[in-house]
């Protein structure tokens, strides 16, 4: 007989079993699949995941973090909901299967402490500014230090049961510590990795993360040391320090050694993948042997793990998925499996619950009132504190290794797991309505090409994702016409997934200082190639190079965030769609970006359609240019024909702007806009006064049947390199009627598309410009200077 002791709530239940049955021989010999530890195993995988994913579906798009859906599937499948054993789903989620999922789920949970490591980048602590070190010094220790006097107020005033009594004061402190990785977590299910505010958190958190780890294992050794009762704990904190010393000067040369021994665009290992298996295993062996919680060593390893590619990327990129997804939720029903709420007392739940507000309170006031000496808004304050009072994970890891140390009894636990799933559930929806990160782009100054001081350097921004599109942002440079008399400011972004990393990561490469990322080969030719041209054109073109690491879901708030601190005019962004020599290829994440800069950008946007026509790809020595303008009508139109005006002002460039009009126009369908469009043209036909390679043309149509007939044939009876666009055209005329059926990209506005559509035989490149403009913008204004910062300053921008 082989006998295994599951401990279950405050009881220990012997389960015998035959040797030989663990595993069932199948239903035609008479075996049930639910009698047997293995094949329940499966069937709870399965079950855990799918409930899990199901409930993720529903929770997510009401503001709701992965961790909540995690947690209810976990206490839906505990004795607490699932008690009669009878039940199909007490059959499988049974008593005597507890000890093997307890195994997997202490497996899948290693393993994941060991991908928050290496998500981790410590270098944020060294990176943090004064105001983020104040921030996550107040969250931990304002909660931790209000907590414990309102515990040993409770302890000393209030009748309570012993167990509760003994652990009061580490009840009340685990509940006033949060986690990095949580709140990370939380921000890239909110969307605001990208945004200040989430900025602002994710080093904060980073502060008082660290300190709340520190804390832990104090705790833990200490505790441990007085349940030995040898005097050991110097013994134990001497172990911790010979652990860390294997790890950094030991096995971090090795990981380091893989790094360099792995080519460059080449896939990592399998030999080295399995040789950091072996060593987050024997890491979490050493942990347990000298009496630290096996997930200590697995989680410091992976925080030496060098984020990012090569090592670190690929590592979350061959577990993530599978542990986050499959074995992971067999965690969370583990931890139901500890909770029996028949069994709490409700004097218990006052007490504890008492203690989970005060600390929710001092984590909200411990961010929110440094951030408000920094003069951080009430409303971002406020948020803020939110997002630091957010526990997971990590937390309920730790309450469990805390429980099986008596630190905090078994009743207590299953309270404040409760709160924490409570409090969560309520703050996040909260987070989701205060915070919007797009009210920092509603500036009420005009930032386009139009209102900006023609005699002033023009700031324009271009964006990269990958290195095809650099030929066409500097084509896009070469043809704005930067001159010693009308210099170009010009800001380049590469950006990046994020990929083996939490938090997302701006740097500025700058040519007078060598940072660590600046070793990324996937930068590097765009670093190269721009500081070329800047060096060529050293007297009309400033180039300011960044590289941004971010999810696609928040990425374009990356890109706003430098445009609105450098006052941008003009962002460029390359179509989701690019054209080669082997056909076309479609990057769909590049479109949700777009899409995203379009409705949040503060300043004017361009989306750049590249079809080899402006030089690099097309005619490397090409030096002239024929540029064509397609005007209809509005502020989108206007923009594009200011743009086009400076593009004019280069000898090299003939420049035809062509007027798509009805017959009559100053009749019925004259809208408000058409006194500023005719002056935006007359501004135009005095500037090409003298030019003869300027052209202005006006083409008639009296429906949209004719304007689709006349702007395709524009298209193709001249030879243009470029052809300028406005996305919209502010107009009710009969000539848009209809083509909003045919829309194949709505970024790119009705003649845009009609210009780029897969039906089109249009093969000309096309730039589609969107100006920024709001409701209570004032168009008749005079042009306002953007100039209130000198761009070299830019020079001295610190990585964050």
Known sequence: MNTTVVPDLNKAFIVCMERDSIRSRGIFFGDSPFAFPVTG??????????????????LTPLGESAFVSQMLVGIA??????????????KVFSKKSYYMSETFAFFGSMLYMFLVGVRMDLSMIRRSGRKAVIIGLCSFFMPMTLNTIIGVILKNSVTMEPALKNDLLFVAAFQSINSFHVIVCLLADLKLLNSELGRLASCSSMISGFCAWFWIVLSFSGQQSLQSKNGSFGMMVLSVCCLLILLICILKPILMWMIKHTPDKIAISEGYVVTIFVMILGTSFVSEVIGQHFLFGPMILGIIVPDGPPLGSALVDKLETFISCIILPSYFVFSGSKMNFSAVHLKTVWIVEFLALWSFIGKVLGAMVPALFYNLAAVDAFSLGLIMSAQGITDALTL?????????????????VVSIVFLTGITTPIIKALYKPSKRYMSHRNRTIQHADTNAELRMMGCIYHQDNTHSIMDFLKISNPTPKRPICFYVIHLLELKGRSAPLLIHHRPDKKNAFQSNHDSDPIINAFRSYEKQHSNSVLVNLFSAISPYASMHDEICSVALEKRVCLVVVPFHKQWGSHGTEEFKPMRSVNQNILKMAPCSVGILVDRGTLGSKGYASKTSFRIGMIFVGGHDDREALAYAMRIGENPNVSLTVIRVAEPNQEGKYRDDNWEL?????????????????????????????????????????DNYDLILVGR??????????????????????????????????????VLVVQQHTFANDDHSSIKSAIVDMPCDSVRGLSVS
């Open 677 to 717: 469009d005719d002056g935006t043209i007359n501004e135009y036909k005095i500037a090409m006064v003298g030019k003869k390679n300027h052209v202005y043309k006006v083409e008639l149509a009296s429906d949209s049947v004719e304007m689709v007939s006349v702007i395709r044939s524009l298209s193709l009876e």
């Open 41 to 58: 195993l499966y069937l709870q995988f399965s079950i855990s995941a799918l409930l899990t994913a199901f409930l993720q579906q529903i």
């Open 77 to 90: 499948m505990g004795p607490s909901v699932v008690a009669d054993e009878s039940s199909f789903m007490g």
């Open 400 to 416: 469990q290794n805390a429980m099986i140390l008596k630190l905090v009894d078994q009743e207590s636990y299953s309270i404040m």
């Open 728 to 765: 919209h055209h502010g107009s009710t005329s009969r000539l848009f009627i209809g083509l909003t059926e045919w829309n194949e990209f709505p970024e790119l506005g009705y003649i845009g598309d009609m210009l780029v559509s897969s039906d089109s035989d249009c093969k000309v490149s």
